[in-house]
């Protein structure tokens, strides 16, 4: 049998912490984050959405991997004037932000990969 390397077994997301205050919602993920793990985030947003919060803190310091089902779940929540912040981003976070947006924000906000003078003219 040969062994590829590949881990394709789907990841685990754990909601390792659920807490409130007023409208605001803080939750800490630990775990990988793919599209076969996303589902209880995904029904706790929505979920706390119905329930009339407007806020979401979302920390992710304990998360080993995510791909784009993150940013798919995530990108409805501020809508409607809900706010949206994610605290204490892990390396894989912050890997899915650069690709998603091409800033990385540890460069002063200017497009990951850039090169060239930043000097004025």
Do not use: H, K
């Given at each position: 049998m040969h062994d590829s390397g590949a881990d394709n077994a789907p990841g685990v997301i754990v909601v390792d912490s659920c807490a409130t205050l007023g409208t605001t919602l803080f939750v800490r993920l630990v775990g990988e984050i793919d599209c076969y793990s996303i589902a209880p985030l995904r029904a706790l947003l929505a979920s706390a959405a119905a329930?009339?919060?407007?806020?979401?803190?979302?920390?992710?310091?304990?998360?080993?991997?995510?791909?784009s089902s993150l940013l798919a779940v995530l990108d409805w929540w501020p809508r409607r004037g809900r706010r949206?912040?994610?605290?204490?981003?892990?390396r894989a976070v912050q890997r899915l932000l650069i690709a998603a947006t091409g800033i990385d924000p540890t460069d002063s906000?200017?497009?990951?990969?850039?090169?060239?003078?930043?000097?004025?003219?």
């Open positions: 329930g009339g919060y407007t806020g979401l803190v979302l920390d992710t310091a304990r998360v080993a991997f995510c791909d949206l912040t994610l605290a204490n981003r892990s906000g200017s497009p990951a990969g850039a090169t060239g003078d930043r000097g004025g003219r």
